[in-house]
C-alpha cells in the first residue's frame, strides 16, 4: 500500500521560506515521477514542479523558477520543496505525488498519470 505523507506546511510573511517534506512508504520513489502540486481555494490543482525520471533532473512552472526547489533523498525515501521569497499567491495546500507504474518525460509531465498522492500541507503567505 502506498503512502506519501507531507509535512512542513505552515503561516509565514511575505518573502519567507519554508521547506516540505515528503516522505513515501510501500515502495520505492527511486525510478517514479515525483511531483509537487498546490491547490489554491475554488482553483484547480496544480503542479508546481517534479523530478523526471531516471534522469532525476528538476522542473518547475513559470512563477516559482528561482524560488523554487525540488530534491529527493534516494535513502529516506523523500522528497522535499524548499520554496523562498514566498509570495501570497503561493498559498495553497501542497501535495507530493508519485506515478507508481511509469516514468520517462512523457509520462512526468501526464497530471492524469500521478496515482499516489499525500494529504497536502496547508501554506498560508500574508
Known amino acids: 500500500h502506498v503512502q506519501l505523507v507531507e509535512s512542513g506546511g505552515g503561516s509565514v510573511q511575505a518573502g519567507g521560506s519554508l521547506t516540505l517534506s515528503c516522505v513515501a512508504s510501500?515502495?520505492?520513489?527511486?525510478?517514479?515521477?515525483l511531483a509537487w502540486f498546490r491547490q489554491a481555494p475554488g482553483e484547480e490543482r496544480k503542479k508546481v514542479g517534479g523530478i523526471y525520471k531516471p534522469d532525476g533532473t528538476t522542473y518547475y512552472i513559470d512563477p516559482v523558477k528561482g524560488r523554487f526547489t525540488i530534491s529527493q533523498d534516494n535513502a529516506k525515501n523523500a522528497l522535499y520543496l524548499e520554496m523562498s521569497s514566498l509570495k501570497p499567491d503561493d498559498s495553497g495546500m501542497y501535495y507530493c505525488a508519485a506515478t507508481t507504474t511509469g516514468w520517462g518525460e512523457i509520462v512526468c509531465n501526464t497530471n492524469s498519470a500521478y496515482n499516489a498522492w499525500g494529504r497536502g500541507t496547508q501554506v498560508t503567505v500574508s
Open positions: 510501500g515502495y520505492t520513489s527511486r525510478d517514479n515521477c
